[in-house]
């Protein structure tokens, strides 16, 4: 069993759509948990952080982790199209900080 | 601040030569790592370090080293290269515990 799976997709939506991207985890022991988004040909970046069960919102993005059911979400409001890339659910753990990628998602928002 | 720096961006071997991918951060990070990501399967952990001369394998070492000599170097080297090895490399490191992983622009290898 994979420790993070993600629907690869592709997933694609109209402008304005609401988006729900979706992982599931394995490990218990997992505390922190990470949204990141990879533009083509770009190296992955940090789009949003979370610890606790619950949800963190920033701006048009609602991070979503349940702890119970080891279910983390990423919602996009009023979607755009930059917003238009993979998204890589990952979370982080151990002495040495690994960080566990699912296989990401590819979302394509059509103007 | 340049973050982590990738060299080279786009390379071609042939089966069986040797390379070394740069990577490098100014950052002061104690932990750097290597991942190669191929289509439709995510990032895998190649190589990682919790500070120099500290290195231990991920998830998918073989066919790869790697040196920490210092804080900032990161160098993955492929001594025998296999078409297998074809894939986007990325260097990452994290400045501390539960903090953000900083990536480079990635590494495009192809061997043939």
């Known amino acids: 069993q994979k420790e993070v799976e993600q629907d690869p997709g592709p997933l694609s939506v109209p402008e304005g759509a609401i988006v729900s991207l979706n992982c599931t985890y394995s490990n218990s022991a997992f505390q922190y948990f990470m949204w990141y988004r990879q533009y083509s040909r770009k190296g992955p970046e940090l789009l949003m952080y979370?610890?606790?069960?619950g949800n963190k919102e920033d701006g048009r993005f609602t991070a979503q982790v349940d702890k119970s059911s080891k279910y983390i979400s990423l919602f996009i409001r009023d979607s755009q199209p930059s917003d238009s890339a993979t998204y890589l659910c990952?979370?982080?753990?151990?002495?040495?900080?690994?960080?566990?990628f699912g296989t990401g998602t590819k979302l394509q928002v059509i103007p | 601040n340049a973050g982590v720096t990738q060299t080279p961006k786009f390379r071609i071997l042939k089966i069986g030569q040797s390379m070394t991918l740069q990577c490098t951060q100014d950052m002061n990070h104690n932990y750097m790592y290597w991942y190669r990501q191929d289509p439709g399967m995510g990032l895998k952990l190649i190589y990682y370090?919790?500070?120099?001369?500290?290195?231990d394998k991920g998830e998918v070492p073989n066919g790869y080293n790697v040196s920490r000599s210092t804080t900032e170097d990161f160098p993955l080297r492929l001594e025998l290269a296999a078409p297998s090895q074809t894939s986007v490399y990325f260097c990452?490191?994290?400045?501390?515990?539960?903090?953000?992983?900083?990536f480079g622009q990635g590494t495009r290898l192809t061997v043939v």
């Open positions: 990952a979370t982080l753990s151990g002495g040495y900080q690994k960080v566990t």
């Open positions: 990452a490191s994290i400045g501390g515990v539960n903090t953000e992983a900083f």
């Open positions: 979370t610890y606790s069960s």
């Open positions: 370090s919790v500070g120099a001369g500290i290195t």
